[in-house]
């Protein structure tokens, strides 16, 4: 039985690392922030004191009594629903669970997460000590447990998956965010801990030292951090370095260890920086920005302070371009661009948008974050992140609420290293049609099978769709992924060709991406056929989207097969609308009071439409009527043809 995990350890392991992290066959050392770190003498410069927290501790009463009461309230009454809570105990089976059923159980570890943060949030509102009991068992709760990860990412550890290696400790997600959230607790509250027993904070430090700070500091095997092998980077690089600058920062006493890490956070950004394209698109998509970009700016900004702003790299293109993706791929409130794992509505944090615009001097990025935060009404109440970040969004809140707003609605964008463009009918509305579609190979990470695929919104609501992902499980990111109808080309806007389905991994790929942007019409191009496998004998398939601005979107397909199998080409296509065959040669699209024509040739192409209930718990937040594809059998036994599909309204 060990064995068996032992070998599904492994298997899972390898299957992460080669298909939802990034393989950066164009990885350029740069090295930006290690040159500029050398520029300044940053060695003598760092503050190595708590000097550059620069926030207001939990007795300068005079910062919190100035908190608008209505927002003080919304955090006093979230901690209060905790004053009760009972510590949970995390059994054996709570983690042994993914292996047997693939249930990660993250509410398992969430729940006192989020019952920590609101606590020490509650009692820095008040400040009368009702929660610090509360706080001081969420401490010593963590400070018992083992391991503070989340059961899917043992296959860092040595042993086999399954319970965690109490002798073997690594760093995963959750461990980092424990590990920033816990130093803020022993920041703001130790000399109150101390109060009430010398041990309190003693053993915080003690676990954090030995569960996070020591091993970051010894080991370089951890591959989130690209040390020892930089070819599989992605948003788990700056998500843990953040909160690790954090950690160090407030906990380590050792002047020449805290120097130690800041150094090696800045060895391990550099390597994510050098991971990006020179677009600074975020090939995991908008949502995986917030983890992956925005922590990065969240880590600049604080080696900024650190070193009384010597240390700043926001004037480098690269960090400017990595920041405007983000508003690149907005299409109209809440959704963007989205492709592979990404969901198709993103909630990025409005300050650290707004923050980032302002370091790079975007205006427009700017105003997003501005406009970002009226729409979801930001500021009304509690803020989400670690509780530095939750303060500093305090100090932040009039800044960004009394700031201009705007909704970026650009007219295009081309991310060329990418390959990722979009277009829409009007700069600055986002009414009509808006497309966007993506060249790319299909081992990008949260990779699905797409390459060539797109997306179409008309007035700024979805009608053909990227589907997402559904609820994460060990299947997710394990041998079975493609497996996964929401991961398979055929369940994307693309075609099957003679039966046969994109293939994952890197060889499997378009060429010859091109996109053009007129005055009257957009147009994206790619050569879709290499990222099928031989047994789709396909010679070259040509797959072109044209936007003629104000009238339609067409899609044209123009192929030369190697043979005509048995089993039938088609085109495919999902879509949120409700389909329904009009007569011969149109298809109609609805949705509320939009109605869209979908035409085609019905001499060439044989429609059928084919509904997917939505019943993954994930999927049907975004698609919870269900939802249509959209398939067109091609009639001819030709090698060669080309058929165009249009949507008008």
Not at 219 to 244: C, L, T
Not at 343 to 365: N, W
Not at 596 to 601: F, R, T, V
Request: with cysteine; net charge negative; hydrophobic share 35%.
């Amino acid at each position: 039985m060990v064995l068996k995990y032992y070998v599904k350890a492994f298997s899972l392991f390898t299957t992460i690392l080669l298909n939802v992290t990034v393989l950066a066959g164009t990885y350029t050392p740069r090295n930006i922030l290690y040159q500029k770190s050398q520029e300044v003498d940053l060695a003598g410069k760092i503050a190595l004191d708590d000097s550059w927290v620069q926030l207001p501790s939990y007795t300068d009463r005079s910062f919190w009594s100035e908190i608008p009461e209505n927002l003080k309230d919304s955090y006093i009454k979230r901690a209060e629903q905790y004053f009760d809570y009972n510590w949970p105990s995390v059994k054996a089976t709570d983690y042994l669970e993914f292996i047997r059923s693939g249930d990660r159980r993250q509410e398992i570890f969430g729940a006192p997460k989020s019952a920590l943060v609101s606590l020490i949030m509650g009692e820095l509102m008040e400040g009368e000590g009702r929660f610090l009991d509360q706080i001081i068992n969420g401490v010593w709760f963590y400070c018992e447990q083992g391991w503070w990860g989340w059961s899917a990412h043992m296959y860092l550890q040595k042993a086999p998956i399954g319970l965690p290696d109490v002798e073997d400790h690594t760093i995963d997600l959750n461990v980092g965010d424990m590990a920033n959230i816990l130093s803020w607790a022993w920041y703001f509250f130790h000399e109150e801990f101390d109060k009430v027993h010398p041990l309190i904070s003693k053993r915080l430090k003690d676990e954090l030292t030995e569960k996070v700070i020591d091993p970051y500091l010894e080991r370089a095997d951890f591959w989130w951090m690209g040390i020892e092998d930089q070819s599989h980077i992605n948003n788990w690089n700056p998500w843990i370095n953040y909160n690790m600058l954090n950690c160090i920062m407030l906990i380590e006493d050792d002047a020449g260890r805290k120097m130690k890490g800041v150094q090696k956070i800045i060895r391990s950004l550099d390597v994510f920086i050098n991971s990006y394209p020179d677009d600074g698109a975020c090939n995991e998509g908008p949502q995986y920005w917030g983890a992956a970009s925005a922590d990065l700016f969240k880590s600049l900004s604080l080696l900024k302070r650190m070193s009384g702003g010597l240390l700043d790299i926001f004037d480098n293109t690269l960090i400017k371009n990595m920041g405007s993706y983000i508003y690149k791929v907005y299409i109209h409130y809440p959704y963007f661009v989205n492709f592979g794992d990404a969901d198709a509505k993103t909630s990025s944090s409005p300050l650290v948008i707004y923050l980032y615009g302002k370091a790079i001097g975007d205006t427009t990025m700017q105003k997003f974050g501005a406009f970002l935060a009226r729409e979801s009404s930001w500021g009304t109440g509690p803020f989400g992140g670690d509780p530095g970040m939750q303060i500093y969004s305090l100090m932040k809140r009039d800044e960004l609420l009394s700031s201009e707003a705007s909704e970026p609605l650009i007219g295009h964008f081309w991310l060329p290293d990418t390959e990722q463009a979009g277009a829409r009918d009007n700069e600055g509305t986002y009414s009509g049609f808006y497309f966007a579609a993506k060249g790319g190979f299909n081992a990008e990470s949260h990779n699905h099978n797409d390459a060539g695929s797109f997306v179409m919104y008309y007035n700024g609501q979805p009608v053909l769709i990227d589907v997402g992902r559904e609820k994460y499980t060990a299947k997710t990111f394990g041998s079975g992924r493609y497996k996964i109808w929401a991961m398979q080309s055929q369940y994307h806007n693309l075609p099957r060709i003679n039966g046969v389905d994109q293939s994952p991994g890197k060889d499997f790929k378009v060429y010859n991406t091109t996109f053009q942007n007129h005055k009257n019409r957009a147009v994206f191009s790619t050569d879709i056929s290499s990222a099928y496998p031989k047994e789709a004998a396909v010679g070259s398939w040509i797959r072109t989207y044209t936007l003629e601005k104000g009238h339609a979107f067409k899609i044209t397909d123009q192929y030369k097969l190697l043979a005509v199998k048995d089993e039938a080409t088609s085109l495919n296509f999902m879509t949120c609308f409700q389909a329904s065959i009009k007569k011969p040669g149109i298809i109609q699209l609805e949705k509320g009071n939009t109605q869209l024509s979908l035409h085609y040739d019905e001499t060439l192409l044989e429609p059928k439409l084919e509904f997917i209930e939505v019943t993954d718990e994930k999927l049907k937040q975004y698609w919870p009527d269900g939802l249509s594809r959209l398939v067109f059998k091609l009639k001819s036994k030709k090698l060669s043809g080309k058929t165009t599909i249009k949507i008008s309204e």
